[in-house]
């Protein structure tokens, strides 16, 4: 079993930073990958930024140069700075963790949900 927990959301207002946490815990094993992933009212789930076991980093165009994925591999936790919120970016947030087997299996956490005020 393997257990993904996600903290940090919020309201904040505009302009404002917060940061999300993600935790694995149970038989995660080794980690390839760390995700956060969005999804607004009415939308489609999207990716916001994800780092690899290597350290590269992907990035959503509309928060590149306002949000950091980070990760601490000795806790199995990531996570998500998010500097000069809009009120795009309300949005439920959810981790995903991609586990390092053959096949690469996937664990979603339960949501967060993150609130930008005007």
């Known amino acids: 079993q393997v257990q993904v927990v996600e903290s940090g959301g919020g309201l904040v207002q505009a302009g404002g930073s917060l940061r999300l946490s993600c935790a694995a815990s149970?038989?995660?094993?080794?980690?390839?990958?760390m995700g956060w992933y969005r999804q607004a009212p009415g939308k489609q789930r999207e990716l916001v930024a994800d780092?690899?076991?290597?350290?590269?980093?992907d990035y959503a165009n509309s928060v590149k140069g306002r949000f950091t994925i980070s990760r601490d591999n000795a806790k199995n936790t990531v996570y998500l700075q998010m500097n000069s919120l809009k009120p795009e970016d309300t949005a439920v947030y959810y981790c995903?963790?991609?586990?390092?087997?053959?096949?690469?299996?996937?664990?979603w956490g339960q949501g967060t949900q993150v609130t930008v005020s005007s």
């Open positions: 780092i690899v076991s290597g350290g590269r980093t």
């Open positions: 149970g038989s995660i094993f080794s980690i390839f990958a």
């Open positions: 995903r963790i991609t586990r390092a087997s053959v096949p690469r299996l996937d664990y």
